[in-house]
């Protein structure tokens, strides 16, 4: 076996009877890390069988009330043990003894009473904190821990010589739990903790301050406190407690975290802190009670920079107002943070005011703030989010005494300019204006700022942008997404206009003027719009891919069609249309081309091909076949002896002859010609009639001539017979040569009804038609008939 393919094996079995054990599967999240996460499983013991390899063991939030060696003595690779809230009452340190890599123990909220000592040399986090310790659990050994860099410790009373172990070493944070803490009569203690950068204190959340030890701290660079809860009586214990902490010179972060007290004593510890080096100053969670009245504030020389004062909470219901803001107002320091309190008022400061950064966020303030205030001439940055201000005419009219302002934030308020007949007044010194999320329209951009560079009006209820706005050159960034715009505009006002984000809007129909407007735009953001993927967008997107892709943001993901419905949700970039049905010109020359087309080609037909009269030499063909085929047979006389019967007049004599005969006779129809069949001894008329009923059909080849000297043979029988009635079957008219209808006498009623009927054939003068007109005449034959001979043979 392979080094590899045993180690695999190896680990394979471990957790393999891990799984026995314990009935849970170890996963290290990561190969190199061998983490195993057995928190919150409600364990009582360590579990047996955990993984040799373990670096990182997590079983915190169990109910852990024993370690011993043999549970962790083997995991020689244990780097860090969480062990925090569990039940752990009393521990031997010398259980580690095998887990020399050990750098990381966590053993805050268990119920330690009790640790004896062993040196863990490589330790570097320590936490014993929230425990049940009565003194400080500090072994000599500590001393030697030079990597220590974090401890946590715990004890309900602080001793003289407690911390002397440790005093030489280089920590950067000391959590000390105090919640237990209680003081026994006439003791003043006094420690010495040495060279911590943090020490972050905690003390008991309902009961009033009463730690009376001095703690003394060497390069303290950040004070943390927890849970402080004063009085009037107990203020002066906490301000003699803070006095020795904030006594040398590189405190400079001091934070307050949960305080509960009086205005009284809030303005004596911040009095009391004026004068220290400290120059961050955090209160978070502040709670004031039983009274606000006037005190006094000596605003002395401070390094102070910062006052963050979040989360105010106030149970005292009538005081003035004015005491309470004048103590912030006159401030002398450069950045003031007051956010999310009660507060509905600020006071302009009286004199020239050093304030350079001024927080107001999430308060109640309304619009009356700072009118007519022209001590804050060194403002900077002013920012008055989520308040209550309503008329963006006052807001501007406030930055009139403001000659140093830069940034402005009024987001998240009311805001609305309405007072569309009065010039609104802006510092011209502003260059960042944040507008976004008020109830803004479009008259907005009346009343801004002259020299502004990047204005924020997201989240409004602007329609449209006005073409006739002057004075924004400067402007270089504009956000004016979430609101409800139905164009892109163009870049006219804006000449310097570097960044548009217009997303989220009513857009549907972008136009692509905006690229030739806009050349100096870098980056526009203009997705989530409701696009209409029609054919006036597809100049819009061809631009689109004519920019880089960095200009437009978001492309092509946010870009989507919301209407044809076919199309919705389909990516902008993947929307293409042919120009055919986009341009109504081009489809209409396109249709006309064609129309003309065709008219020419029909024009040709007709003019050299004389189309029309195939197209009725075809007509009548079809008709004629299917005529034919329609005579039952069984109807036809057993006495016919012909299939036709021809009448002509001498003068076309010679056509009959030559072309009618011999084309009908090959094909085996048998003619009867009057006077080829002609029967001695009777009349004319007679012979005739003779032959027409003898015959299938009956031929007539019509000429002026024939009309002139042989129809008024017909004309009579026809009134008589009604054989050849209107559109009569058994007539084949040949029209040989024009008859013009007005020298067909009047009298031949018949003859002038089947002209017009126009049911005839018209011999045609080409050669090229010949074969199509014989072939017409033919169909009215293609029929099968038994003839008679006249010797009564039977002929087919
Ligand atoms: C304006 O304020 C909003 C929040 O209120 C913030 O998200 C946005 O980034 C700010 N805009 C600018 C330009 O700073």
């Not at 909470?313 to 320091?333: A, C, D, G, H, K």
Request: proline content about 4%; aromatic content about 10%; hydrophobic content about 40%.
């Amino acid at each position: 076996m392979t080094k590899d393919k045993e180690s695999i094996f190896r680990s394979f079995h471990f957790v393999y009877i891990v799984t026995l054990v314990v009935g849970t599967t170890f996963h290290f999240s990561d190969e190199s890390e061998y983490a195993v996460d057995m928190s919150d499983r409600g364990l009582t013991h360590v579990p047996k069988g955990l993984p040799p390899k373990t670096k990182v063991l997590d079983m915190s939030q169990n109910y852990i009330s024993e370690l011993h060696l043999s549970d962790i003595s083997f995991l020689s690779g244990l780097k860090v043990l969480r062990l925090s809230h569990n039940r752990i009452q009393c521990l031997d340190l010398s259980i580690f003894k095998f887990n020399q890599d050990l750098e990381y123990l966590d053993l805050s909220h268990n119920q330690l009473q009790k640790i004896s000592c062993h040196p863990i040399t490589n330790l570097k986090h320590l936490d014993l904190s929230f425990n049940d310790f009565d003194a400080l659990p500090i072994c000599k050994e500590f001393g030697n821990w030079t990597q220590l860099n974090f401890l946590g410790l715990s004890a309900t009373k602080l001793q003289q010589l407690d911390l002397l172990p440790i005093a030489h070493l280089h920590l950067s944070c000391i959590l000390l739990d105090l919640e237990g803490y209680y003081v026994k009569e006439n003791e003043s203690e006094s420690l010495q903790i040495l060279n911590t950068e943090t020490l972050h204190l905690i003390f008991h959340p309902n009961n009033i301050f009463s730690v009376q030890a001095n703690i003394s701290v060497n390069n303290l660079g950040c004070l943390q406190m927890t849970n402080i809860k004063l009085n009037n009586d107990k203020c002066q214990v906490f301000i003699r407690f803070l006095s020795e902490l904030t006594r040398g010179p590189t405190l400079l972060n001091f934070t307050l975290n949960h305080v509960e007290t009086t205005w009284k004593c809030l303005v004596r510890i911040l009095q009391f802190l004026w004068p220290k080096p400290v120059e961050y100053l955090n209160i978070y969670n502040l709670t004031i009670i039983e009274s606000i009245n006037k005190e006094d504030f000596t605003y002395s020389e401070t390094t102070l920079k910062a006052l963050k004062i979040e989360h105010v909470t106030n149970r005292v219901f009538i005081f003035s107002q004015t005491v309470l803001y004048t103590v912030f107002s006159e401030m002398n320091i450069m950045m003031l943070t007051i956010s999310d309190t009660p507060f509905i008022h600020m006071l302009c400061p009286q004199a020239t005011s050093t304030f350079k950064f001024l927080n107001f966020t999430q308060n109640v303030l309304t619009d009356s703030i700072f009118q007519n205030c022209s001590t804050l001439v060194r403002l900077k940055i002013f920012i008055l989010q989520k308040n209550e201000l309503k008329d963006l005419f006052k807001v501007g009219l406030m930055t009139k005494d403001m000659p140093s302002l830069e940034i402005l934030d009024v987001s998240w308020n009311s805001l609305e300019y309405t007072r569309h007949n009065r010039t609104c007044t802006w510092v011209e010194s502003i260059v960042i204006l944040n507008l976004s999320s008020n109830i803004l329209t479009e008259s907005v951009f009346r009343c801004l700022p002259p020299r502004i560079k990047i204005l924020d009006l997201h989240s409004n209820k602007i329609r449209n942008i006005p073409k006739d706005i002057a004075g924004l050159e400067d402007l270089q960034e504009l956000n004016i997404a979430s609101n409800d715009l139905a164009h892109l505009p163009g870049c006219g006002s804006f000449s310097s206009l570097s960044v548009l984000i217009i997303d989220n809007n009513a857009i549907s129909n972008p136009s692509a003027h905006f690229f030739q407007s806009c050349q100096k735009v870098k980056s526009v953001k203009a997705g989530n719009n409701p696009f209409h993927c029609t054919c006036e967008l597809r100049e819009f997107i061809q631009r689109i891919g004519q920019v880089s892709s960095e200009v437009v943001e978001g492309w092509p993901d946010s870009y989507k069609c919301d209407y044809p419905e076919s199309y919705k949700g389909s990516l902008l970039k993947d929307f293409h249309v042919s120009p055919l049905s986009c341009s109504t010109a081009l489809l209409i020359v396109t249709i006309g081309v064609i129309g003309l087309v065709l008219a020419v080609t029909l024009t040709v037909l007709c003019i050299y091909f004389d189309l029309p009269w195939y197209l009725r030499m075809a007509f009548q063909w079809t008709r004629t076949r299917r005529r034919a085929r329609s005579v039952p047979s069984d109807e036809l006389q057993k006495t016919l002896q012909f299939h036709a019967f021809v009448s002509y007049s001498e003068h076309d004599s010679f056509w009959v002859k030559n072309e009618l005969l011999p084309n009908l006779e090959k094909e085996g129809i048998r003619i009867c010609l009057h006077e080829r069949n002609f029967v001695p001894g009777k009349s004319i008329v007679e012979n005739i009639i003779n032959c027409i009923e003898k015959s299938y059909k009956s031929i007539f080849v019509l000429s002026p001539n024939f009309v002139q000297s042989e129809w008024c043979h017909y004309e009579l029988y026809f009134a008589h017979h009604n054989l050849f009635h209107e559109g009569s079957n058994n007539l084949i008219l040949i029209l040989l040569d024009p008859i013009p209808q007005n020298s067909i006498p009047s009298k031949y009623h018949k003859l002038r009804a089947l002209m017009t009927q126009r049911t005839y054939l018209e011999w045609p003068k080409e050669k090229s038609k010949h074969g199509l007109f014989w072939a017409n005449i033919r169909a009215a034959f293609n029929v099968k008939l038994t003839l008679i001979t006249e010797n009564n043979d039977v002929k087919t």
